[in-house]
């Protein structure tokens, strides 16, 4: 397998959750002297909630290759995970003082130094001067909506999450934002997943949510402010599955597909 399939096939393991699949392809990247397997490996670890390993990985990483500012941001977020404030300093300060670190990047790192104002800049600016796709953008915002969080201004921080939303709606760092700042709790919380039917520019798609609530009722309603206001008319939940109690997480959206179009045949 060459480095681009051996990559999307790591990608995939992880964003499956599949920690054994994505450990092989991080260890033969890694043989490959690819440095993207050092993160690879550390997201496997941190599947399975081993970040010990993940930091020593981590750490192994930068040791062969300090330029590449993902693995001192992964490390700076890992050494912060496990309470140890000096050495995710050291980490953050390493991904700015390396000038191929993109602006999300930069501006993640001066939020994490509590340099809150200038994380907001860098986002902002980048955003200004980006012709960017909607997810990019998505993410710029997204850097602006967690440093306004971090400095506690969550009524700031929200309206900055729901512009997140509105650029890419399946964002799940503005999902658990939301949540993070909503703080909506139950004792009776179940988790439901919905599929809902609508119609987009003539065309009819799927879309499939993930969601904390009450009752399918909330469950609908908490879904639908993911969705467009120019296709909310058109939605129509088709199932809504009861899956299991979740009475220990915050009420919210968890998780939405993106749209699945209905084939156009000729």
Request: glycine share 4%.
């Amino acid at each position: 397998m060459d480095i681009e399939s051996l990559i999307r096939h790591a990608d995939d393991a992880l964003q499956a959750g599949n920690d054994k699949a994505a450990l092989a392809a991080g260890q033969s990247l890694v043989d490959m002297r690819h440095a993207y397997g050092f993160e690879v490996l550390a997201r496997a670890y941190l599947l399975r909630d081993e970040k010990t390993r993940a930091i020593a990985t981590l750490q192994d990483g930068v040791s062969k290759a300090p330029n590449v500012w993902q693995l001192w941001e992964l490390l700076g977020d890992s050494w912060t995970d496990v309470g140890d404030a000096r050495r995710a300093r050291e980490s953050y300060e390493r991904v700015l003082a390396l000038p191929n670190a993109d602006s999300v990047a930069r501006a993640h790192a001066l939020t994490e130094l509590e340099r809150f104002d200038e994380a907001i800049a860098i986002a902002r600016a980048a955003l200004d001067d980006s012709d960017a796709q909607a997810d990019e953008r998505a993410r710029l915002q997204y850097s602006i909506a967690y440093a306004l969080w971090s400095k506690g201004q969550s009524d700031l921080a929200l309206a900055a999450a729901w512009e997140v939303v509105s650029l890419h709606p399946a964002n799940e760092d503005a999902m658990w934002l939301i949540r993070e700042v909503e703080q909506q709790h139950s004792r009776t919380a179940m988790q439901f997943r919905l599929i809902a039917e609508g119609q987009q520019d003539g065309r009819r798609f799927l879309v499939t949510s993930d969601v904390v609530a009450d009752d399918e009722q909330e469950a609908r309603d908490l879904a639908i402010r993911f969705e467009p206001e120019s296709v909310r008319s058109s939605i129509v939940f088709e199932e809504v599955k009861k899956l299991h109690r979740a009475a220990e997480l915050p009420k919210g959206v968890y998780w939405r597909s993106d749209y699945v179009f209905e084939e156009i045949r000729a």
